[in-house]
């Protein structure tokens, strides 16, 4: 028998970078690097990602067959140098801070990437959106489909069209820099006093608060938009290509005012520009994916690139699209990259064969490609924090678990692998009751510490998805934005009616209002008892119990903090916050029993709160 070939992906150096590791073409481990360091979308050479792939798959660098880098370096470096020299002199600040680190570190990557392994063999790079691209179809569960990506940048594409066929993709068109939707978008995040790169969901959830005032003027002054989805963006409105910030006083005369700063109050204009902003892109979007099926005349596509963690454009993708089947990359921003690049290197280098499962299902094993932890293991961490815990075998602990739901107390679930990509999927989630009109508000301000009017998605058994939500498939990654169903919509009043921005928020709007937005739309994750067999059993037995089918999920963090990594993570988010229980693995934790939390400084003034 052969010996098995082995394949690294990394991204690293933007934001969120993170290591895959494949071996013979299936995915073994994915993770990304600000789960280990705690440092939010941490950009560093992933260095404890890889650790951890090596170690998930039972291999040394020196047993890798090829490592493959998401993106090209030197034309990235070039299209940097190409937009500073064309913007002189106003470039120069910008181009004396991002210079010497390029030539520092990012130009002589093969040297970094070899010193850091300890790794002599081959090393292989990818255009961005390539990866972008592979990460969308290869997991895909397609034999054949459309490739649409979307993001702010890569060396020079900002979004693309391809097909995937077999084990084959082929990129057919690109958008170009500086005509970027990531970057159109995440000018109104900056505007809108949120943290670029992070916060554009931010962005999206305000979006229904507000009103689309704004529509026609960024049609009009900002964008020219085409019948195909391509577009030109009205450069003196913008200042990404010269300075050091996302928009121009242009832009600030054009909408009358300066940036909102970061952490002053939330305003009806805030709501308008997130609106209008948001209808901009799913417009964007569809015009793209209707020119992808134009191309292709493929009945399937599949998205990836940041601009496809836009969940509520997938849904109207899904829904107004000429799709028949829709498939979006968990990992979809740059972390996914690190996937995209391995995938290529095994079906495109090696000549590796792709399998795809007749039933239907991805090969992303759920996204649950992240580290776990035995039993033993954790109650020996357990143990050396001082933490009072009960041991349960499994069918207890879900049963307890689900009467603390039931009881509507908020419950810490860290159980199996950590999740690849963005969303808690259940296995590092904070978990509560969807009947409760109350639950979103204490989640938000007492456990999340974070702005009220954030929604929450929903979990719901994968067999009951259509009970709850106007949709009429699985939606395993939260991806998708659909309607709450009308039967289970709760009328509102004259009064409720006429309410405007924030004033919506406490106002239920169906059986479920902890997850239910305002334009009664929801987030929505399903899940089944093949790839998350002890989630599902939880959601069961707590529909067993209350006759819902669905829970609030949310991840296992706090603002300003990556999701949890270890049980020593979630042990100490579960004390810094007002959640009741936890449970980790087999144990079971109640708030009222564990040693007085005492830290010698206030954590939340160290997190970089965004």
């Given at each position: ?9 990394i ?119 390539e ?13 054949e ?55 554009e ?6 979006a ?73 892109c ?12 134009e ?32 498939w979006?990359?968990p ?30 299902r ?12 035995e039993?033993?293991?954790?109650q ?32 810490g ?8 990509g ?90 479920i ?67 009741d ?30």
């Amino acid at each position: 028998m052969a010996a098995a070939r082995h394949i690294l992906g990394i991204s690293a150096f933007y934001h969120d970078s993170a290591a895959c590791l494949l071996r013979d073409g299936e995915i073994v481990a994915a993770a990304q690097e600000e789960r280990f360091t705690r440092k939010k979308a941490d950009a560093s050479f992933p260095e404890r990602a890889i650790e951890y792939c090596l170690a998930e798959g039972g291999i040394q660098a020196s047993d890798l067959s090829c490592v493959g880098f998401y993106d090209k370096p030197l034309l990235k470096f070039e299209r940097i140098l190409e937009t500073y020299f064309g913007v002189v002199p106003a470039g120069l600040r910008s181009f004396l801070m991002a210079g010497p680190l390029w030539i520092k570190d990012k130009l002589y990557m093969d040297r970094q990437l070899r010193r850091a392994l300890g790794y002599d063999g081959d090393v292989l790079y990818a255009e961005h959106h390539e990866s972008h691209a592979a990460s969308a179809f290869f997991p895909s569960p397609f034999e054949e489909a459309a490739i649409l990506t979307m993001d702010g940048v890569g060396e020079w594409a900002t979004a693309s069209i391809g097909r995937g066929e077999g084990s084959q993709i082929e990129i057919i068109k690109e958008l170009r820099w500086p005509d970027s939707l990531g970057l159109l978008y995440s000018a109104f995040t900056y505007y809108t006093g949120v943290k670029v790169n992070s916060g554009e969901y931010k962005v999206m959830g305000l979006a229904p608060y507000g009103e689309p005032k704004y529509v026609d003027t960024i049609l009009e002054k900002l964008i020219d938009l085409r019948p195909d989805g391509s577009f030109r963006l009205e450069q003196k409105y913008f200042n990404y290509l010269s300075g050091l910030t996302m928009t121009s006083r242009a832009f600030d005369e054009l909408f009358g005012a300066p940036p909102r700063k970061p952490e002053s109050p939330v305003t009806q204009r805030e709501m308008d520009l997130a609106r209008s902003v948001q209808d901009v892109c799913e417009e964007i979007m569809l015009r793209m994916a209707r020119t992808a099926h134009e191309i292709t005349d493929s009945e399937n596509l599949c998205l990836a690139g940041g601009v496809a963690l836009n969940c509520v454009g997938n849904g109207r993708i899904l829904r107004e699209g000429p799709f028949k089947n829709v498939w979006v990359q968990p990992a979809a921003g740059d972390a996914g990259g690190a996937l995209g690049v391995a995938s290529l290197i095994w079906h495109r280098h090696l000549e590796g064969a792709r399998h795809v499962n007749g039933s239907g299902r991805d090969s992303m094993k759920g996204a649950y490609l992240g580290p776990s932890f035995e039993p033993d293991d954790i109650q020996e961490r357990l143990d050396a924090l001082g933490a009072v815990y009960t041991r349960l075998d499994r069918d207890e602990l879900i049963d307890r678990a689900a009467d603390v739901l039931a009881s509507e107390k908020v419950l810490g679930w860290f159980n199996g692998r950590m999740e690849f990509g963005p969303r808690a999927l259940g296995g590092r989630s904070i978990l509560g009751d969807p009947r409760s009109p109350k639950m979103q508000k204490i989640m938000n301000l007492k456990i999340k510490f974070r702005e009220s009017f954030r929604p929450f998605a929903p979990t719901v058994l994968a067999e009951r998805v259509s009970d709850y939500f106007e949709i009429d498939r699985e939606s395993p990654y939260m991806l998708l934005v659909a309607p709450v169903r009308e039967d289970r919509r709760i009328a509102l009043s004259d009064e409720q009616k006429g309410l405007f921005g924030i004033d919506k928020l406490n106002v239920p709007r169906s059986d479920i209002p902890a997850v239910t937005h305002v334009n009664y739309s929801a987030r929505i994750q399903s899940v089944n008892a093949v790839d998350n067999p002890d989630y599902h059993a939880l959601i069961k037995a707590f529909e067993t119990k209350t006759g819902c089918g669905v829970v609030v999920n949310t991840s296992f963090n706090v603002r300003g903090e990556p999701i949890v990594c270890t049980p020593e993570d979630a042990y100490t988010c579960f004390m810094r916050t007002n959640m009741d229980y936890l449970a980790v693995g087999p144990f079971l934790l109640d708030k009222e029993d564990q040693p007085e939390w005492v830290e010698e400084t206030d954590w939340r003034d160290e997190i970089a709160l965004d």
